[in-house]
């Protein structure tokens, strides 16, 4: 720290360092006139050594001191004079009492007493002095050359015994050093002023010192602190170095990615000069585009308005279609006949030529033919003759006959116009009549599943039924199907759609009124399944043909012996129009016409057999008496004499249309029922039911 503190000096700011440290030799060197006074002090006992040392006779040293007395006069009075000089020297000039020592005598011991009185009184100027500067050494000599005035303006050497002329010199002498004496006295009061003021200002210096050391010693700490702060200074310009060099390094990254960015800057900017020259390019579309859309709007409008009259125009057509329809259906007859004869199956003996004849129409060949004729034979009259047994052709004309190659298709035509009849809200009913395995079953249903070319009446019904509401729902119509199917065994009533533990069994099912006062009828315990699809309806057929498989017995193939009612009960919406239609299809397979023989003899087990066929055609006449008794407008018709009159009897009177198949063997051994099957439907062929009204709400 000494060290660092002296180095500290030579760091001293420059206007400390500039500023002069005064000494106390300096001071004395600036101050002459505290020499002077010194000077003068000290020559005082030189002066008084001056005196005692002038030159006395032999004798007189010989003597002591007390001896003085004894000397001659004017040695004793040189002596007293010297003694009144050195008082007056040493306190005030008395007056002139000195010796009268030559000067020359005087003078030499002047200057040789420096080195007699020994160092005391030239030492103490000579330690002055060489506390001073080297000048001081003539000052002290002053003396010499102040007293060397009156050495010179002395008279010359007055004789021995001219001493007034002596008393006068030293007069002169003693005046002189009277104005000596006050000149110094003068000096030295203004040398002891100058002392004063010296003194003060060695004081106001000390203090200055002591100020300045003070201020030294402050500007010593500050210059520590300064040197801590430098050394933390340092420290931090290290720190900062580092961090420089750290950043420095990160410039230059964040210069190089300054590149990478104005470069990729650049490539966006190119990208932005694309996509806003697509963007304009875009926005000129879009307008082009948006004008597009204001014309097309104002196209649409007007579509939409020409739309709504298209619409009300079509539903006017519509309206105007179904009724020109249901006229056309009224022309041909709200009951109307077909009859189909099944070809000759596998295994089955070819009918004689003739048997059955198809006369065509009234048009030719390519007229549909709608008449039949069917020869029999009278064995009777043969055998009374013993000639051939002539036959007998019988003629039948129905609305339409279709020979045994007919297609399903074909067959279906016919009836599409019905279906169509169901969907503008008049109820329908077709049946298929005739003896057993003439072909009913197979009208109705179809063939062996899988083909499609022999698929019944019922699924293309339904096919065409679920195909025109989608073309209905454009019109704004929405339809909803909801299908059961049920059989008539013995005038009990049977769900053919039954599952679970009801399944195959003879469930007890009635026929009531779905409410008290309406007219609408409904089968208890039966299931109504809605339907929107063929997959459905299929499904459904399935399970009724399973059902109708578990109730088969050995003896008694009891779905010939049943009547099975397949019914649809469709309902329309037309919504914004607020209207409703609704109107039941049914599909009726009936139970095989045949009769018994009555010449065959019952058995214990076919008594049951001749219940059934009872049932049966008890059942088939009131479906005939009801059909006449609608046809002659009878008050009372006897729907309720039988469970199929009570259940269809929505579906025959009034508004209602009926389609009769008549199935025909074509085989000459089942000619008997042939002819009964074709006389029924015949007189059922001439029965006109009213005009027909459709169910609208
Ligand atoms: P039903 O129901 O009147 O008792 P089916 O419909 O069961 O008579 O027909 C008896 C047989 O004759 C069945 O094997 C059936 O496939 C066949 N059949 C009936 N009509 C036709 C037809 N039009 N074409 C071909 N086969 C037929
Ligand atoms: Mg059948």
Known sequence: ?????????????????????????????????????????????????????????????????????????????????????????????????????????????????????????????????????????????????????????????????????????????????????????????????????????????????????????????????????????????????????????????????????????????????????????????????????????????????????????????????RRLHNQLQELKGNIRVFCRVRPVLAGESTPSPGFLVFPPGPAGPSDPPTRLSLSRSDDRRSTLTGAPAPSTRHDFSFDRVFPPGSKQEEVFEEISMLVQSALDGYPVCIFAYGQTGSGKTFTMEGGPRGDPQLEGLIPRAMRHLFSVAQEMSGQGWTYSFVASYVEIYNETVRDLLATGTRKGQGGECEIRRASPGSEELTVTNARYVPVSCEKEVEALLHLAHQNRAVARTAQNERSSRSHSVFQLQISGEHVARGLQCGAPLNLVDLAGSERLDPGIPLGPGERDRLRETQAIN???????????????????????????????????????????????????????????????????NQCVIGTAQANKK
């Open 618 to 684: 008890s059942s088939l006449s009131t479906l005939g008496l009801v059909i006449m008794a609608l046809s002659n407008k009878e008050s009372h018709v006897p729907y309720r004499n039988s469970k199929l009159t009570y259940l269809l009897q929505n579906s025959l009177g009034g508004s209602a249309k009926m389609l009769m198949f008549v199935n025909i063997s074509p085989l000459e051994e089942n000619v008997s029922e042939s002819l009964n099957s074709l006389r029924f439907a015949s007189k059922v």
């Open 1 to 321: 720290m000494r060290g660092r503190g002296s180095r500290d000096t030579g760091t001293l700011p420059a206007a400390f360092a500039s500023r002069p440290v005064r000494t106390t030799m300096d001071v004395q060197a600036q101050r002459p006139p505290l020499l002077e006074v010194k000077r003068n002090i000290e020559l005082k006992p030189s002066l008084v050594k001056h005196s005692s040392q002038l030159p006395l006779s032999a004798s007189r040293l010989k003597r002591g001191p007390g001896q003085m007395e004894d000397a001659s006069e004017p040695a004793k009075k040189r002596a007293r004079g010297m003694a009144a000089v050195t008082k007056v020297d040493t306190s005030r000039p008395r007056g002139p009492l000195l010796s009268t020592v030559s000067q020359t005598q005087g003078h030499t011991a002047a200057q040789k007493g420096p080195k007699k009185t020994g160092p005391r009184g030239c030492s103490t100027v000579g330690t002055v002095l060489r506390n001073q500067k080297p000048a001081p050494a003539a000052p002290a000599q002053k003396p010499a050359t102040s007293t060397a005035p009156v050495v010179g303006k002395r008279p010359g050497k007055r004789p021995a015994w001219d001493l007034k002329g002596q008393l006068c010199d030293l007069n002169e002498e003693l005046k002189r050093y009277r104005e000596k004496t006050q000149t110094l006295d003068q000096e030295n009061r203004g040398l002891r002023e100058q002392l004063r003021e010296v003194q003060e200002q060695a004081t106001t210096l000390g203090t200055e010192r002591n100020t300045l050391e003070g201020e030294l010693a402050s500007v010593r700490t500050r210059a520590e602190q300064d040197q801590q702060r430098l050394e933390t200074l340092s420290a931090r310009v290290l720190e900062l170095e580092e961090c420089l060099g750290t950043t420095e390094r990160l410039v230059q990254e964040l210069q190089r990615e300054q590149l990478q960015l104005q470069e990729e800057r650049n490539t966006l900017s190119t990208q932005l000069e694309e996509r806003e020259r697509r963007f304009q390019a875009a926005e000129a579309a879009l307008s082009s585009s948006q004008e597009e859309v204001v014309c097309l709007r104002q196209k649409t409008e007007a579509q939409v308005t020409l739309l709504a009259e298209q619409g009300d125009r079509l539903y006017g057509l519509e309206m105007e279609r």
